[in-house]
Structure formats: structure tokens, C-alpha cells
């Protein structure tokens, strides 16, 4: 399931662009076992075309900083699986990285996260399209990348799990 907002943080002068999403993981399935979400992946295409892989490199968590009041992202664990027991649900801050300059400029992103499920070899996805806005872009710049914006999403055509 995917969040209502994302939070990214822009290339300045060519350095990495990150997104910070909280996904949810459900198991209502019959079987016993737990299920493992693997290969995560998040692919970003811009208007006009250009096409991103990002890296996913983390588990993060949001920290409130009273001292500068407001929100930062914290490092909470290795990127790896997700466990997620019989009927239970399972959320997430998962960070996604790209050495590629995006998010340099205002424009419109649709994005896709996909992830493989083991037990039951379905790969899932969920789509997405998000806006970048000026002043997202100019948040970043004056801030040399280390401030996120919070940006709304919007769910793309829904899509039910393929087999593989």
C-alpha cells in the first residue's frame, strides 16, 4: 500500500537525489508461513521521458527535532527483506537513492515500487505520479540538499501481482 506523501530531497549541484516512502506490507493470506517482500525496487520516469532506477540503500525512521523543530530522517536499519507474519501488517520507511541528477527542476514524476514476494512468487507493484514543485526545487538549493519536501502522491492505474 502506498503512502498519501512522499519525501525527496533533490540533486544540488549534480549529488544524489533521495526518496524517503513509508510502505505497507499486508499477509491475509491462507498459508502459515510468512511472507518475504524482496528486490525492492523504485523506477522514476519523468515528463518527457527520462527514466531513473533508484537504489535501495536503507530502513530509515522520522526523528522530531525539538531544538529546530522539524522532522528529520534518521538511519534505522540495512537495507534488506521484509518479514511480514500471517495476518499482520507491516510498515516501513524504506530509502531510495540515485547518483543521477533528478528532481533538479520542477516537473511531473510517475514512479512505480515493485517488490518480489517469496513464498507466494508474485512480484507486486504499485504506481504513482507526484509533482515537483519550484519551490521543492528551492527548498533543496538553499539547503544544499539536507532538507526533504513532503509531496503528495497520487495512485497511478492499479495493477493485481504477477506471477513469476
Same mark, same amino acid.
Given at each position: 500500500?502506498?503512502?498519501s506523501?512522499?519525501?525527496?530531497t533533490?540533486?544540488?549541484?549534480?549529488?544524489?537525489?533521495?526518496i524517503?516512502?513509508?510502505?505497507? $506490507?499486508?499477509?491475509?493470506?491462507?498459508?502459515t508461513?510468512?511472507?518475504? +517482500?524482496?528486490?525492492?525496487?523504485?523506477?522514476?520516469?519523468? %515528463?518527457?521521458g527520462?527514466?531513473?532506477?533508484?537504489e535501495?540503500?536503507e530502513?530509515?525512521?522520522?526523528?522530531?527535532?525539538?531544538? /529546530?523543530?522539524?522532522?528529520?530522517?534518521?538511519?534505522?536499519?540495512?537495507a534488506?527483506?521484509?518479514?511480514?507474519?500471517?495476518?499482520?501488517v507491516?510498515?516501513?520507511?524504506?530509502? $531510495?537513492?540515485?547518483?543521477?541528477?533528478?528532481?533538479?527542476?520542477?516537473?511531473?514524476?510517475?514512479?512505480?515500487?515493485?517488490? /518480489?514476494?517469496t513464498?507466494?512468487?508474485?512480484?507486486? %507493484?504499485?504506481?504513482?505520479t507526484?509533482?515537483?514543485?519550484?519551490?521543492?526545487?528551492a527548498?533543496?538549493?538553499?539547503?544544499?540538499?539536507?532538507?526533504?519536501?513532503m509531496? %503528495?502522491?497520487?495512485? +497511478?492505474?492499479?495493477? /493485481?501481482?504477477?506471477?513469476?
Open positions: 500500500m502506498l503512502p506523501r512522499v519525501r525527496v533533490g540533486s544540488v549541484n549534480g549529488g544524489p537525489a533521495f524517503y516512502m513509508q510502505v505497507i $506490507f499486508l499477509n491475509v493470506g491462507r498459508s508461513r510468512a511472507e518475504v +517482500a524482496d528486490h525492492l525496487a523504485l523506477t522514476i520516469v519523468r %515528463s518527457g527520462a527514466v531513473c532506477v533508484l535501495y540503500v530502513k530509515s525512521k522520522p526523528v522530531w527535532d525539538s531544538s /529546530r523543530r522539524e522532522v528529520h530522517i534518521e538511519y534505522a536499519d540495512e534488506s527483506p521484509i518479514i511480514i507474519a500471517q495476518n499482520t507491516r510498515a516501513e520507511m524504506l530509502t $531510495f537513492r540515485t547518483s543521477e541528477s533528478l528532481f533538479a527542476e520542477s516537473a511531473n514524476y510517475t514512479g512505480v515500487i515493485s517488490a /518480489r514476494l513464498a507466494s512468487k508474485f512480484t507486486i %507493484s504499485a504506481p504513482f507526484f509533482n515537483v514543485s519550484d519551490s521543492d526545487v527548498v533543496w538549493r538553499e539547503s544544499s540538499g539536507r532538507r526533504f519536501s509531496i %503528495s502522491v497520487e495512485r +497511478a492505474d492499479h495493477r /493485481r501481482p504477477n506471477s513469476r
